[in-house]
T-cell receptor, first 118, second 115 residues
């Protein structure tokens, strides 16, 4: 079956612009999470959506937002881009947030969207 | 305090040898899961192995095994019979039952397999 698909794979923006990244989860996966990966900070949790609702949010400013559609596809948006937003943005999907089923919360990641802010 | 600590920024191993990548974790939640992911230079994170906090036996998946020492709060990854394709970044991660579906990741270990 198809994996997690992220688009675009690469993009270059300038400071002050905004960007929207898209993520299509594995069919049947209802939870979609977003992570920011930078060399200095590693992988940091942005937010998680389940059934169109944001369930968890990491410690990022309000410029970072997201949403999930009824087909579980998710988008994240970053407004007023800063140089420090340059990173690899990883999307991950999982079956559910049900901790009772270990296999249900294994994250499957997409290839990422590499954002460069100039 | 860091939730996940990986103290080895870089490791080298000879092809066909075994290697252990260290991971310690910090949680007060009695229910949690520990995961290892591999990230090749392409960037995609690949799930390797999972260990639940209540699992009595160490997890194994092919050449990967997880040395789970609960009292010491360590979850080391052991790769047996290293292959050149194992060269990558390796991340240890944890999810707590009380933490929703948020995963905490370590800073990673870069493994290089030498022919």
């Amino acid at each position: 079956k198809a994996g997690v698909t992220q688009t675009p794979r690469y993009l270059i923006k300038t400071r002050g612009q905004q960007v929207t990244l898209s993520c299509s989860p594995i069919s049947g996966h209802r939870s979609v999470s977003w992570y920011q990966q930078t060399p200095g900070q590693g992988l940091q949790f942005l937010f998680e959506y389940f059934s169109e609702t944001q369930r968890n949010k990491g410690n990022f400013p309000g410029r970072f937002s997201g949403r999930q559609f009824s087909n579980s596809r998710s988008e994240m948006n970053v407004s007023t881009l800063e140089l420090g937003d340059s990173a690899l943005y990883l999307c991950a999907s999982s079956l559910a947030g049900d901790f009772v089923l270990p296999g249900a919360n294994v994250l499957t990641f997409g290839a990422g969207s590499r954002l460069t802010v100039l | 305090a860091q939730k996940i600590t990986q103290t080895q920024p870089g490791m080298f191993v000879q092809e066909k040898e075994a290697v252990t990548l260290d991971c310690t974790y910090d949680t007060s939640d009695p229910s949690y899961g520990l995961f290892w992911y591999k990230q090749p230079s392409s960037g995609e994170m690949i799930f390797l192995i999972y260990q639940g906090s209540y699992d009595q036996q160490n997890a194994t998946e092919g050449r990967y095994s997880l040395n789970f020492q609960k009292a010491r709060k360590s979850a080391n990854l052991v790769i047996s019979a290293s292959q050149l394709g194992d060269s990558a970044m390796y991340f240890c991660a944890m999810r707590e039952l009380g933490g929703g579906n948020q995963f905490y990741f370590g800073t990673g270990t870069s493994l290089t397999v030498i022919p």
